[in-house]
Every structure is written in structure tokens, then in C-alpha cells.
């Protein structure tokens, strides 16, 4: 069992921290879930893909550097560490990415990934729709054959930052006669100014217009934009929330990062002779440190060949629990401060709010460790 | 970067978890807790013959040592198997000795120690469980089975002459006496501070590898108890509510485990990481705390009785989350250097 660094993990960390310490913005950048902010922080993207930052583990030839799961592990801990700004670029980066290595066209992937490397292209999830949240397969948006290709028709919601973004992927019911309700989805991509689609922003809890729904009607997409085999999309969208869920959507940097900041409020605002706080404080710390090494061995594991599998459901209660209870704990620390709407803290914790909700909540989550990692019978959900 | 169990690490902890369960450790248990000392002696021979103790033994003294990592492995099957005794005290005695010659003081360890990594003799050791404990000398536990009762009175280390009236623990496997005053005096002076600190930093490892261990048994028996208890014309495990708990505390048992073996990789490479001790202490014993909880309440009634072998573990889950230091006391040592 071994917890050091390799001369090569050492010299990158020591290359992207130097990178950092040069270019990453003295002041924040405006809220990403705004226009300006979103402006600004594809700018962003595009300065860090011209030093090739913004996807270290890509093969080179779509803009990373080819590096493992370690060493992009190494690149999150100094990138946060590094006080740099949210990826504006993540829906697609690790949700759509990983599916078209996996399932899509050599093709598709030359066409798709180098745009959204440099930000150029940003990408938006079009999962959800009203009636269909957790039970995700009875989606009724369709998707019909038409000359060449297909034609969208119907509603996703809550798909975030689509009020601004350029494109969009999701699962569409192609066969309407499949007899489960998880046969016969297809999964597409399409253009968010395509003629047919309308999307309206939605205001976020904070009111900020994060989020976004979109109506489709008859939206033509070519048969070039379909991911896999027609009626193949729930296989593939799962395949796809394993990453969601799993290593690539909370690296342990972030929160390695955002425990240290919280030690200094704590250093700063904290009463000394309030143990209550204190323990909480001790607990972020605690859980940065165990996020960090679960990680370590997850990636040691998949280095090895193996599947992330269910593994991936315990990784995604824990972060997204632990992200809530840190942002908590920072409001606390801040007093009648920490009612306040604007500022670091106020935004992550509303962003905080969303984590047990999204990539599959955290009920459906425990569901799936109590049957797949401890093998206990299938219920009423 | 590779962490992961080796192979060998893997084989030594299969072929501990064969033995113990070849060796009814739930007799052996309920007969220590009984005044029938003899089958858990005789696993202490296994044990020892094992290699188990030799791990904190340092090689020039006829040990395999300090291998903490192992150590680590072994104390998770330890606790798996709920089993009796100063296990961690005697670990705990071997690194205050092997460290006392390190700096200096060898004549203890000489005599000792040997003896001690054969399994021949056994120690319960007393001594603060943090630098500003409120408590200068806790109990000894299991005094009146021990070999030898030693003693840490700030820089002065003592072989005590006996110890006071046993106390019943929570758990009636721990048996907890006051070490009695006076003895031997078997050394003095700062390396005794020291080589203290470094006792307990491994009595936290091997603590919080039994509560890992006990956490593990206790959940297992619980998901197995679930498959096949029905109630309502259905197995109790298919009922969300059980699920989700049970979930909750695999997740709480899967985050310990790495912070348990990131703190055995960190003495491993000689460090002295007394936060990430405090950090996986903390997490495993709250971890198998929840663990004896949930148990208790997915078996209901029939888990509130003494009957079932469940008891054994189930007890032992509280006394190990505060032995060698408590919550609060270690959630204090994690932001120690912060402060």
C-alpha cells in the first residue's frame, strides 16, 4: 500500500501549479450562472485549453495531454487549491465526453470534443422532464425517423445553463411500442438554435436563471447526431451517470480546497469556546481526508481494470452530503452574515442544495447500494 | 501511487479470518466474559503464532516490525471476530518498549519483548489516551488476566503491583480495573513521553481497526438477518426504510476504511500523523457505533436479548469508539494544527 506521488505526478503538479499561479484571475469572476458570468468563464476555458488544462486526461488529439486518472487527480487538488474558477464546461466534459468515447463514432468525436475542450461549444444535459425525475425511463419526449435523421418533439426541464449554452444532449422515446418502458429510447444530440427549439431560463432557488426548460417541436437531427444504435439510449445513458455519479464529477480537490477555506473562516469568525462549530469544523477536515484517499483507491482499482460499478453510489452520497454540510457549516461561522445572498459562500451553498438532488438522487442512490453492493431484494421504490 | 492491499496483506488477513472463524470466538468471548479465561488464551497462542503481535515488534527483538500496515489488517479481523483481551494494549506496550530502546532505553525491551511477540505473556497497558487527557490514568483493561499491568505517570513508565477491584465494562468482555500504585520503576524522563506518543498512536490504529472490523460483522449480519426476516408477506430488507439504513452505513464504513489505511501508510513511511490518526479513529468508531445501532434496529427485539451472538458485537461497538480516545478528543487533535 503506497500513498506517494511519482516523480512524474510530482513534476505535473509542480508544472500546473506554476500555470495556475500565473494566470488564474485575482478577482472571482462574475456568478457562471449569469450571462456575464458565463461569458467570462468560457473565456476562461479557452485560456485554459490553449496551455491544454482544460482536459488533462483526453488523448492529445482532441486537446488534453493523455495523462491518467491519478494525475488528473493531482491537476483538480492544485486547480482548486489554486482558488480557480467553476467549469462552465462540465456537463459535457463529464457526462457527454465519456459516452462518446464509449459508444460514439471516431467520428462524432473528432467533430464534438475539441470545441468543447476550448469552451467554444458548451453543452447542456436535456434529461429531465416533468413527469419524468427520478423515473427517468418514462420519459415520453420523442424522437422520430424523418429523411436522414430524426425529429424531436416534446419537453426537458431543470437542464442547467442551457439558458446559455450552445448544445445539448439527451434520451428520446423512439419506439413508443417497446415493450419496457427502458427499451426503445434513443440518445441524441442537438443544437439549442435549431429551428423548433424554444428554451426558457428558470430561476435557480437563488433566483439566479440557471436553469432552463426546453420545448421541442419537430427539431430535425441528422442521423450523424445519434450516440450508439437507435433504441440503445438507456443502456448508454447509464453507462454515462456511472460517471456522473462516480470519480469524474467531484474530484477530492474541490473539496481538499473549500475545507482548508472553511478552516480559515473557522480561524477567523469561529468562537472558541463553541465545540459544537468546532466538531464540524474538524468533520469537514475529516471528510476531505477520507474523500481524498476513497478516491485514491477507486482510481488504484480502476488502474487495475476493474468497473467502477456501484462504487460510484457511495461516492456520490458521500460528496454531495459532505459538499451540503460544509456550506452549512460556513454560513454558520458567518452569523448574521451568513443570510447574506451574495458572496462565495451564499453561492456554493445554493449550488450545495442541488447535490443530493441531481445525477440521481440520493434515495434512488441508496437503492442501488442496498441491492447491488449489499445484495438485498428489489422493493417498492 | 498504488493504494491498495498487496497480496500478501490480502493473504494474511484470509488466513487470519479462517483461523478465527475456525476457533468460535463467540465461545471463547462469552467464557472471558464468564471468569473462564482459557479458550481466550488459547486464541492469544493463535494470535501470537500468527505473527500478530511480532508486527509491533521491532526486528532486533525477535519481531517482524513495526509494520503497521499489516497491523492494520490484522485488527480489522480482530474486531471482525469480536475478539477478547489487551489485543491493542499488548500492541500498544510493544511499540513503547521497542521506542524506548530506539531512544536509548533498551534494558525493558530487552527483557520483554521477545516474550511478548511469542504470545508467551501479555500486557495491559494505562496510560493517558491524549496529551491533555482529563483522566492522568485511565483503567487497565483486563488487569487481572494480563501478565504484566504497566503503567504511564507522565515521564515515568511503572510495572504495577497489581490492580484495584474489577469493574464490569458495558461490554462483559472488557474487564477494567485501576492499576494498583507503586511497582517497578522501568524508566524515566522525556523518551518515556515519547515513546508514550507513540504507543498510543498505534493503540488508535488497532482501535479503530476493530471498530472497522465490528462495524463490518455487525452490518453483515444485519443485511443477512434482513433477506430472511419477513414481516407484511415480505423479506424486512425490501422495505425502503431498512435499505436506506443499512446503505448508510456501508457508505459510513467505506469512507473509515481509507482513512484507517492512509493512517497505517503514514507510520508506515515514519511519520507521525497524530491528525490523520485522530481523523480515521473518529470515523471508524462513530462508523461502528452506527453500525451496532442499526443492527440493534433492524433485528428489533430479538437483538435486544443476550441470546443471539449479535450481542457480542453489538456491545463492544461503544467502549472501542472512546478507548484511546474519544470523539471529541480526537476531533480536537484533527484541527491541533490549525489552532
Redesign the interface.
Known sequence: MDLSYTRTEEAFRAEAREWLREHVPAEPLPSLETAAGFAAHRAWEAELAAARWSVVSWPEEYGGRGVDLAHWLVFEEEYWAAGAPGRVSQNGVQLLAPTLFDHGTAEQRARVLPSMATGETVWAQAWSEPEAGSDLASLTSRAVRTDGGWLLSGQKTWSSRAAFADRAFGIFRSDPDADRPHRGLTYLMFDLRAPGVTVRPIGRLDGKPAFAELFLDEVFVPDADVIGEPGQGWRIAMSTTGNERGLMLRSPGRFLAAADRLVGLWRAEGDPADSALRDRVADAVIGARAYQLFTAGAAARLATGAAAGADSSLNKVFWSEYDLALHETALDLLGPDGELADGAWAEGYVFSLAGPLYAGTNEIQRDIIAERLLGLPKGRR | ??????DE?RAFARSLDAMLTASDTPAAIRAWAGGEPGPGRALWGRLAEAGVFALAVPEAYEGMGPLP?ELAHAFVELGRHAVPGPVVETVATAVLLGELARLGEPGPAKRLLPGLAAGEWTATLAAPATRAARHPVPYALDADRADAVLVVRGEELWRAPGHGPVRVSADPARRLARPAPGGELLAEGPAVAAAAAAARRWAMLATAAQSLGVGLAL?DRS?AY??QRTQFG??I????A???R???T??AL??????L??A???L??GRAPDG?LA?AK??AGEAGYGAARTALQVHGAVGYTEELDLSLWLRKARPLRDAWGA??AC??A??AP??
Not at chain 2, 1 to 6: A, D, R, V
Not at chain 2, 237 to 240: D, K, L, R, V, Y
Not at chain 2, 254 to 259: G, I, K, N, S, T
Open positions: 501511487m498504488g493504494f491498495l492491499p498487496t496483506q500496515v452490518l443485511v434482513a433477506r415480505a423479506p430488507g425490501s422495505f425502503q431498512v435499505k436506506h443499512l446503505a448508510d456501508l457508505l467505506e469512507f473509515a476504511r481509507p482513512l489505511f492512509g497505517a501508510v503514514a508506515a513511511d490523520d481523523a473518529v470515523t470523539p471529541a476531533r480536537a484533527v484541527l490549525y489552532a
